[in-house]
């Protein structure tokens, strides 16, 4: 099978014997570097897109994907809800009450954010149902202002079901102040634990006695909940029904209360990946200074393809392959090993948990007890491209040096 000059003696090259083992040896570790670099961009960034799955899943599994809601207050729910369907992004709509205040118990306080629901209709939009350790949601009688809270913030208050504790909640009066303090005594029915910093500041109450807390009429709600198939579309679905419904309606999304955070994870995401490829650009120095040991080495090889007729390009694609070779093969391992460890990462470090008896990932300390790992075809493809890019750019310099050589020069001291 025909072959071009230069990828022939390129191969030859890569597959030799030298007589310089030491650079034999620096081929070696370009090349184990590479495949490193490789394997740690990709097992790093798909824990990374595990956790991001994670906090997601949880998070947003707890917080309303938007909101509709009237001013004044809805007196009819089920009419916006309606409307709302209608739209093919919406997956369900429910009553829906938000405010904030202080829990007190014994002395103790700390800020809290209040969902009112209705506990018929929440395992519509929320995840909560699943992750009741004590208690369950239809605990939340409407007139009996029952709250289920966190299972940090019940760790905090040492709260278990049954105990009462009060709600601040303020209020606009007509003091001097403008605003005064109201009080309202809560029963604790139930605890949950998602596993993410909402067990320390969300609780739930029922709608009906978020309305009578807020002084709102009798079989009012402050808003509806929407649960959408693509929650990214949220600010756009959202503010398109709220300009459905008319004048006196505005929408609200996830991306105004936890917006910042998936930011902030993605950025994390991006610089990390961004440092651990100075790793890959190190290797590829590496395949730098290979080339140019070859080159030196290999100078009267050089001289002689010369003076017998090849090119300077041809001398140039000749180390231009041999290091594509070295940064094809380090990439592949890499590749391989990497996307392997990324799918069995959770095995690995639970079989390391099990054998050393310590928790890496302990359930007091952390939101999750498990390493997650997603693996995503666009980030290693991502990651080899880099990777062979880096290797291809760093082949140019030494063959372009090897190209310059001119045969009297090498020959004179042979």
């Excluded at 904030?100 to 629901?117: D, F, N, T």
């Excluded at 600010?235 to 917006?259: C, F, M, N």
């Excluded at 310099?397 to 090897?402: I, L, N, Q």
Aim: glycine letters at 8%; aromatic letters at 6%.
């Amino acid at each position: 099978m025909f072959r071009p000059l230069s990828v022939f003696i390129g191969l030859r090259y890569t597959r030799a014997k030298r007589r310089n083992h030491f650079i034999s040896f620096i081929s070696l570790t370009s090349m184990i570097g590479l495949s490193l670099g490789v394997l740690a961009m990709i097992v790093v960034l798909s824990v990374m897109n595990g956790f991001h799955r994670e906090m997601s899943s949880r998070i947003l599994g707890m917080v309303p994907h938007a909101t509709i809601a009237g001013a004044p207050a809805l007196a009819d729910w089920q009419a916006p809800a309606k409307v709302a369907l209608q739209n093919p992004q919406v997956e369900a709509a429910v009553p829906f009450a938000e405010l904030e205040g202080m829990l007190s118990y014994r002395g103790v306080m700390q800020p809290i954010q209040l969902h009112g629901i209705d506990p018929a209709l929440e395992p519509k939009v929320s995840i909560i149902g699943d992750h009741m350790v004590q208690g369950r949601l239809s605990d939340l009688r409407e007139g009996e202002y029952g709250v289920i809270i966190g299972e940090i913030t019940a760790r905090r208050f040492q709260l278990q079901i049954g105990d009462r504790l009060a709600l601040i909640v303020p209020e606009v009066s007509s003091v001097p102040g403008g605003i005064t303090p109201r009080m309202q005594r809560l029963n604790v029915v139930g605890i949950f634990k998602v596993g993410a910093d909402l067990d320390s500041s969300l609780a739930l109450i029922n709608v009906a006695d978020a309305a009578q807390i807020q002084r709102l009429d009798p079989g009012s709600v402050q808003s509806i909940r929407l649960k959408l198939k693509n929650l990214y579309q949220s600010p756009q679905v959202a503010a398109a029904i709220a300009a459905q419904l008319g004048e006196g309606y505005h929408a609200s999304d996830w991306t105004q209360t936890q917006g910042s955070l998936f930011s902030a994870m993605k950025m994390e995401k991006t610089m990390i990946g961004l440092l651990l490829l100075l790793i890959v650009a190190v290797a590829a120095f590496n395949i730098i200074a290979t080339l140019i040991m070859v080159v030196a080495d290999k100078g009267a090889d050089i001289a002689i393809l010369r003076t017998l007729g090849a090119t300077p390009r041809q001398i140039m694609g000749i180390f231009m392959v041999q290091g594509t070779v070295i940064g094809v093969i380090g990439t592949l391992i890499g590749g391989v090993l990497g996307v392997l460890a990324a799918l069995n990462v959770s095995e690995l470090v639970g079989w390391l948990e099990r054998v050393s008896g310590q928790h890496v990932f302990s359930s007091d300390v952390y939101f999750i007890s498990t390493l997650p790992s997603e693996l995503q075809v666009a980030d290693v493809v991502l990651i080899c491209s880099a990777a062979l890019t880096l290797s291809f750019l760093a082949t140019l310099y030494p063959s372009w040096r090897a190209s310059r050589t001119q045969p009297a020069e090498a020959l004179r001291y042979e």
